[in-house]
C-alpha cells in the first residue's frame, strides 16, 4: 500500500475513532433529562455531525492550517513516519478511551502525538513551541473555565424561560399560513398570519392536539432537540478539520492538491466520523447522561447551548476547543448549581484524569508508532 493511501486510510480510522468517542458530547443531555432513547440520540446526533463535518470544508481553512503547518516549520522536511505515528497515536488512545468509557479529546490527543512524534523524530527543535502554547495550549486550558462560567451564567435565564414554556407550545397551521401559540390550558393566541393567498406556507401533518389544531408543533423539547443537533453540527465543524489536517503535516502552504481531493477527503472523514458516532457512541454516551448528575429539560438545553456556542465561535477562529472539556464542564456546571452533593464526583475524578492522561499517552504512543515505522519506511 502506498503511503498517501495508508494515510488515508489512518485518517478514516481516527475519524472513526473520534466518532466513537465525540459523539456523546451533545445528545447525552438529551437521554440524560429523558427527552429520548439513547438510539434515537445518537442517530440524531450522527446525522448532524456528519453534516457539520461536511460544512467544514468551506468554512474550517484556519484550523486545517494550524494542524497541518502551524506547528512545525515550513522549511522542516518531515520523515513520512511523522505523520503516520500522529495518527496511530491519536488514533490508538481515542479507541482505548472509548471502550472503557472515558470522555477524552481528540484535539488533546493530537497535540500530544504531534509534540510526542516530533521530540522522537527531530528532538523538539522541529516544533514551533510558541504556536503550539497560543494557538492550542491556551485555548485547550481557557475552554473548560469558559464552559463553567458560560453555563452558569445562562442557565438562570434558560430556566425560567423554560418554567414559562413548559406545557405551552407554538404551532404552524400551513392550512391558515398562521403561527399561533398555545399556553399550557389550551388557549390559543395568533402570533402570525398573512392575507395573502396562494399556496399553504408549510405542509406538515402534525397536529396540536390540545387545541385540535392542525399543523407543526413546537415545544420545550423542540427547542431541546434543535439545541443538541446544533452542538453535533459545532463538534463536527470543529473536529473534522482538525483530523483532515493530518494530511498536509508538514505543508509549507497547505494547500490541497486539487478541489476534488480536498472534498474527497472531507467527503470521508465526514462519513467515517458518523460511522464511528452509530455503532461506537453508546458506552460514552451513558457516562455522560447518567454518571455526572442528573438533568431535566432546562439544564440539558443550557449545556447545550454553551456546548455549541463556544465550539462554533473557536471554531470560526480557527483557535482547537475540546468539545470534550467544554460539554462535560457545562453539565458538570449546571450540576453544580444544584448544590454539590449533585454531582457524582468519581465520576468527575475518572474524567478530569483521562483529559491529563491524555497528552502523555498519546505522545507515547505515537513515539513507538514512529521508531517502529521509522525503522521500516
Not at 512524534?117 to 497560543?134: K, M, N, R, T
Not at 413548559?166 to 388557549?187: F, K, N, Q, T, W
Not at 456556542?309 to 457545562?330: I, K, N, Q, R
Request: proline share 4%; glycine share 10%; aromatic share 8%.
Amino acid at each position: 500500500m502506498e503511503l498517501s493511501a495508508l494515510a488515508f486510510a489512518l485518517v478514516l480510522a481516527l475519524a472513526f475513532a473520534n466518532g466513537t468517542n465525540d459523539v456523546s458530547k451533545a445528545i447525552a443531555t438529551l437521554v440524560g433529562s429523558g427527552v429520548t432513547d439513547y438510539r434515537t440520540a445518537i442517530t440524531w446526533g450522527t446525522l448532524w455531525t456528519i453534516a457539520g463535518a461536511g460544512t467544514s470544508a468551506f468554512v474550517a481553512s484556519a484550523m486545517v492550517k494550524t494542524f497541518s503547518h502551524g506547528l512545525i516549520p515550513s522549511n522542516r522536511v518531515l520523515h513520512p513516519a511523522v505523520a503516520l505515528a500522529v495518527l496511530i497515536g491519536t488514533m490508538a488512545w481515542v479507541f482505548i478511551a472509548s471502550r472503557t468509557g472515558f470522555p477524552v479529546s481528540t484535539t488533546h490527543a493530537l497535540t500530544g502525538a504531534i509534540v510526542g512524534s516530533g521530540f522522537v523524530a527531530f528532538a523538539g527543535e522541529g516544533l514551533i513551541w510558541p504556536a503550539i502554547g497560543q494557538k492550542i495550549a491556551f485555548p485547550l486550558l481557557l475552554s473548560p473555565f469558559l464552559a463553567f462560567a458560560v453555563s452558569l451564567l445562562i442557565h438562570p435565564a434558560v430556566r425560567v424561560l423554560a418554567a414559562r414554556w413548559e406545557g405551552a407550545c407554538v404551532c404552524v397551521i400551513p392550512a391558515s399560513r398562521a403561527l399561533v401559540a398555545i399556553d399550557a390550558r389550551g388557549s390559543t393566541r395568533t402570533l402570525f398570519q398573512t392575507e395573502r393567498f396562494g399556496q399553504p406556507v408549510m405542509a406538515v401533518p402534525s397536529q396540536c392536539d390540545r387545541a385540535g389544531l392542525q399543523g407543526l408543533v413546537m415545544g420545550l423539547d423542540t427547542i431541546h432537540w434543535l439545541s443538541s443537533g446544533l452542538a453535533s453540527f459545532a463538534r463536527g465543524t470543529n473536529d473534522a478539520p482538525k483530523i483532515v489536517a493530518m494530511l498536509l503535516l508538514g505543508s509549507a502552504t497547505a494547500v490541497w492538491p486539487s478541489t476534488s481531493f480536498q472534498l474527497a477527503a472531507f467527503g470521508g472523514v465526514s462519513l467515517a466520523m458518523g460511522l464511528g458516532s452509530y455503532f461506537g457512541g453508546l458506552r460514552v454516551t451513558e457516562v455522560l447522561a447518567e454518571k455526572v448528575t442528573k438533568m431535566n429539560h432546562a439544564e440539558g438545553l443550557s449545556a447545550n447551548l454553551t456546548t455549541s456556542f463556544l465550539v462554533l465561535v473557536s471554531g470560526t477562529l480557527g483557535l482547537p476547543v475540546s468539545t470534550t472539556h467544554v460539554s462535560s464542564s457545562a453539565i458538570i456546571g449546571i450540576g453544580l448549581l444544584k448544590g454539590l452533593h449533585t454531582v457524582r464526583w468519581t465520576t468527575v475524578r475518572d474524567m478530569v484524569l483521562a483529559w491529563v492522561v491524555t497528552l502523555p499517552a498519546a505522545a507515547l504512543l505515537a513515539c513507538v508508532a514512529y521508531l517502529i515505522l521509522a525503522r521500516i519506511l
